[in-house]
């Protein structure tokens, strides 16, 4: 039922930018908390950025500086701004969002992923 995509993956030269998009369909994206992950090759997922309902930010520290994210509710759409990428940013990123039933039980959504690479 929730549909996450995410896009604005690429090769990008070290230093450069990329913007990624998530929008988010098949729920009341207003009310929900909203997370960057990645995964680089050999390594565990980790938390990237994410953002609150009502706009708080909080960032991994490695991308504290360099990342920004923000949400647009009119459109349903979560993005990250990466600044001054780096080779270790390089990695698949993963669009999250956690929902809330009538009783109050969470569920955990995820994008299919969008490769970053960051190479020179």
């Known amino acids: 039922q929730v549909q996450l995509v995410e896009s604005g993956g690429g090769l990008v030269q070290p230093g450069g930018s990329l913007r990624l998009s998530c929008v988010v369909s098949g729920s009341r994206f207003r009310l929900n908390p909203m997370g960057w992950y990645r995964q680089a090759p050999g390594k565990q997922r980790e938390v990237v950025a994410t953002i609150t309902s009502g706009g708080t930010t909080n960032y991994a520290d490695s991308v504290k500086g360099r990342f920004t994210i923000s949400r647009d509710n009119a459109k349903n759409t979560v993005y990250l701004q990466m600044n001054s990428l780096k080779p270790e940013d390089t990695g698949v990123y993963y669009c999250?969002?956690?929902?809330?039933?009538?009783?109050?039980?969470?569920?955990?959504?995820w994008g299919q992923g969008t490769q970053v690479t960051v190479s020179s």
């Open positions: 999250n969002t956690v929902t809330f039933s009538a009783w109050g039980a969470a569920s955990e959504y």
